[in-house]
């Protein structure tokens, strides 16, 4: 548990305190020379941070004289700074007995420390004490009317608590080491957090590596160090794979200048990426000057789109007071970052938010804060992202999901139903432990489901590193834009639910490949797997052009087909040397006649569309077979929605 402002706030008060006090010895609560001598020798300790001298010496005193308040307050203020609140919180108790008026920062910190034990009640009382006094300082004032409101939500809180059952990950993932800042793939499979082990000969005395665990029959399987380039003696945190777990973005500090042979730092913690090819991962780049800066940036959080990282900075206030925020950067469609921005002020406050965390349905972002009203310390929010691109008022995710200690680092998986968080409660492991809980429906994020598979040639059967475009067919606009794994062809990409898709892959040499998918009912636990097979560019090689729609017996094109007719187009434009015949094709439905027509029509409004956008005709024809070429029976619907098609055969290569 934090103690925001505490310390600044006694350093100040403390040396108030001992001026005045030395300056008017006459008006002190003890008439009793011996106990005032240990008082100031008390005082000179504990600003030599003699704490344990210092103890001492005011235990004497007040052996002297028990109704002291000024040796009280002054023991609270030791004992904090021995990091034992509760002797803390007894001693300054005692001054405010003794006499209840005689300091309004003791009650205050009575308060504060009521609320870092979770005693919200003890707490409230003391703070409304606090605000009663007529003279008080202006901060610590407003400090108490902000903590009040959150002592409020807290007592209601408790009253209403959401459902939490935490079950730990299992050997497989935790150890008698801690392990913590959790990150998964959107298929579910892959876990890759960070461990803390014993580095004596540091600095630190520990080193923090990453581990990969994969899921194993629904049991999480012994996990393993990723090794190097990655993990070096230095430490390493705060990891945020891709959705195909191909990207690694983490945190490395302290690295300023050449390190590592090659990994350059730019401040105290910088953000890096690696890539994985097969089972190797490539040697770590910094993300630059758009991201990375002279100040703090870690626990990046990168979306499933592949085009939005969202991270944590270290910034300064108008007073020169340090504290975190939450920042947000998008990929240009050149490849880079542009210049990272804060999100909104209803989001990021004058204190700390930490641990962001963006689901795959790209829109409901998860954050630590201790500047919302809540239980107390840091607790975890969730925000949800509009269609206009606003963010709604973050909302606590209740108790005792949240408590009066500090929560965080929180990863909500794919399906939206369960969320991974670290934490040290008994029965674990040792340390900070990996654990899972139900998370409650009002604050799940939109269901998403993904799509898997491997790119491959249609004759070698030899993966393809290719590049595959997922879209949105209502509105055209790229949905994900990546590549598939060159060393095995492989893919996995986020689907979120109740969207229609187009899918488009593609290589140099090689025909593209499109596909369309209908998500609007399938559970995120039954995803989508396909293969793509690319044929390679050669005179008879043919592509169905899925994505091409025209409304029922017309041949006008749909304007939800301008995604696969511009996809054409721009292949056209890099295979100059081409020449196509774009063909037609129906099922059996009705006269042979009509079928014919209809689709000599369709293939010649695509043939129309190509030549507006300045294909050359000569490299272009057109025909139209009606039924007469089905490739799958017409006896069932799902047959004949397969036959009614529009696709191009390579023609001529010049």
């Known amino acids: 548990m934090k103690f925001p402002l505490l310390f600044f706030i006694v350093a100040k008060f403390l040396l108030f305190f001992c001026q005045v006090s030395v300056a008017q010895n006459s008006v002190m609560t003890t008439s009793d020379k011996k106990a005032v001598k240990l008082f ?75 609320l870092e034990k979770g005693s919200y009640e003890e707490a409230s009382m003391a703070l409304n004490q606090f605000l009663k006094f007529p003279v008080a300082d202006s901060k610590l004032r407003a400090e108490a009317q902000d903590k009040l409101e959150g002592i409020n939500f807290a007592i209601e809180a408790v009253k209403n608590p959401v459902p939490f059952n935490p079950i730990n990950l299992g050997p497989g993932v935790n150890s008698e080491l801690p392990e913590y800042f959790p990150s998964i793939t959107v298929d ?29 029959d629904g049991v999480w399987g012994e996990s393993y160090n990723i090794g190097s380039p990655i993990n070096t003696e230095n430490n390493e945190g705060a990891p945020s794979l891709s959705a195909d777990g191909k990207l690694l ?35 770590p780049q910094n993300l630059g000057t758009e991201i990375n800066s002279k100040s703090w940036e870690t626990q990046p959080s990168f979306s499933a789109d592949g085009k939005t990282l969202y991270f944590i900075k270290r910034v300064k206030d ?86 009066h200690v500090n929560e965080n680092s929180i990863l909500i998986s794919p399906s939206g139903n369960l969320a991974y968080f670290a934490s040290d409660r008994a029965g674990g492991f040792g340390g900070l432990d990996l654990y899972q809980f139900d998370l409650p429906r009002k604050v799940q994020p939109a269901k998403v489901s993904y799509l898997a598979g491997k790119v491959i040639d249609a004759e070698s059967r030899e993966p393809l590193g290719s590049q595959f475009e997922l879209l949105n067919l209502e509105n055209s606009k ?23 898709y187009a899918l488009n892959v593609s290589k140099p040499g090689y025909l593209f490949h499109s596909e369309n998918f209908t998500v609007q009912k399938v559970s995120s636990s039954e995803p ?48 100059s040397a081409i020449s196509i015949e774009i063909e037609g094709h129906t099922d059996n439905v009705g006269s042979y006649e009509l079928n014919k027509t209809l689709s000599i029509n369709r ?42 098609r529009t696709a191009f055969s390579v023609t001529k290569i010049n």
Not at 481 to 488: A, F, K, L, N, V
Not at 528 to 547: D, H, M, P, Y
């Open 478 to 500: 790229t949905v994900i834009s990546s590549m598939s794994d060159p060393t095995d062809g492989s893919f996995l990409v986020a689907l979120p639910l109740s969207k229609n």
């Open 318 to 403: 108008k007073h020169n007071t340090a504290h975190s925020d939450i920042y947000v950067s998008t990929l240009g469609v050149d490849g880079y970052w542009k210049e990272a921005k804060p999100l909104p002020g209803h989001i990021n406050t004058s204190k700390n938010e930490e641990s962001v965390f963006i689901h795959p349905d790209g829109q409901t972002l998860y954050f630590s804060s201790d500047g919302h009203p809540g239980m107390g310390g840091l607790d975890i929010f969730v925000t949800r992202l509009s269609n206009n691109g606003e963010w709604s008022n973050p909302q606590n995710l209740g108790f005792p999901i949240n408590t």
């Open 40 to 114: 100031e020798e008390a005082k000179t300790q504990y600003q030599k941070y003699e704490l344990t001298n210092a103890v001492i010496s005011l235990k004497t005193a007040l052996e002297r004289d028990p109704n002291f308040v000024e040796a009280h307050t002054l023991m609270g203020y030791v004992y904090i700074d021995l990091k034992d609140k509760s002797k803390a919180l007894s001693a300054f108790e005692s001054a405010m007995k003794i006499n209840p008026r005689f300091s309004s920062n003791t009650v205050f910190f009575v308060g504060q420390l009521y």
């Open 603 to 644: 293939s010649k409004k695509v043939y129309e569309f190509l030549v507006s956008q300045g294909i050359s005709e000569g490299r272009l024809s057109y025909s139209g077979f009606g039924s007469e070429n089905p490739i799958a029976s017409n006896q069932t619907e799902e047959g004949r929605a397969r036959n009614r």
């Open 249 to 283: 973005i983490f945190t490395a500090c302290e690295l300023y200048g050449d390190y590592g042979g090659g990994r350059k730092g730019l401040g105290s913690c910088d953000l890096f990426f690696s890539q994985r090819q097969g089972n190797n991962w490539t040697k």
């Open 528 to 575: 989508f797997k396909k293969n793509i097979e690319l044929q390679r560019i050669k005179v008879g090689a043919s592509v169905i052009l899925n994505n091409i729609f025209y409304a029922t017996n017309e041949f006008d094109l749909l304007d939800n087909s301008k995604v696969e007719l511009f996809k054409l187009v721009e292949f056209l434009r890099n295979n």
């Open 188 to 216: 579910g499979s892959t876990l890759l957090y960070t461990r803390q082990l014993p580095a004596p000969n540091t600095p630190a005395k520990y080193n923090e590596d990453f581990y990969i665990s994969n899921l194993e």
